[in-house]
C-alpha cells in the first residue's frame, strides 16, 4: 500500500504543479515556465513503479524542496495560489510518510529473512 501511496502522490505533485502554474493561478497570464520544476519529479515515477529502495530513499530528501516551496507560498501568496501550495504540502508530507514507511517495512522484512546486510562501521 505505501508503494501505491508514493506513486499516488507524485503524480498528484505533478498534475499539481503543472496545473498550478499553466492554468489555475500561473505567475503570468497565459501561463509560466515555472512548469518545469516538475520535471526532477518526472525522473523517480519509474524507479517507484519497479520498486527501488534506492529511489524511495532519495525521493524523501527531495520532496522537503517542494514541501518548502508550498509551505512559503501557502503563507505568502493570496488565494487560489495559496490553496493549491497547501495541497502541495499535503502531497509532500503524504509522499515523505509513504517513503519512510515502505523503506522501513522492507528492511524489517529483509531482516526477518536473513537478506539484510548491514553497512560496516570503522
Not at 508503494?3 to 505533485?13: I, M
Not at 503543472?18 to 525522473?43: D, M, N, Q, T, Y
Not at 487560489?80 to 510518510?97: D, E, Y
Request: hydrophobic fraction near 55%.
Amino acid at each position: 500500500m505505501t508503494r501505491w501511496l508514493a506513486v499516488g502522490s507524485l503524480l498528484g505533485l505533478i498534475v499539481l504543479g503543472l496545473a498550478w502554474e499553466i492554468l489555475l493561478a500561473p505567475l503570468r497570464e497565459g501561463g509560466s515556465w515555472w512548469a518545469i520544476k516538475v520535471l526532477p519529479l518526472c525522473i523517480p515515477v519509474a524507479g517507484l513503479l519497479k520498486n527501488r529502495m534506492y529511489t524511495y530513499r532519495w525521493v524523501s530528501l527531495l520532496v522537503w524542496l517542494y514541501f518548502t516551496e508550498g509551505v512559503v507560498r501557502a503563507w505568502g501568496d493570496a488565494w487560489p495560489s495559496s490553496g493549491l501550495a497547501a495541497l502541495q504540502t499535503l502531497l509532500c508530507t503524504t509522499l515523505f510518510v509513504a517513503c519512510a514507511l515502505h523503506v522501513r517495512i522492507r528492511f524489517k522484512a529483509a531482516k526477518a529473512t536473513g537478506n539484510f546486510v548491514p553497512v560496516p562501521r570503522d
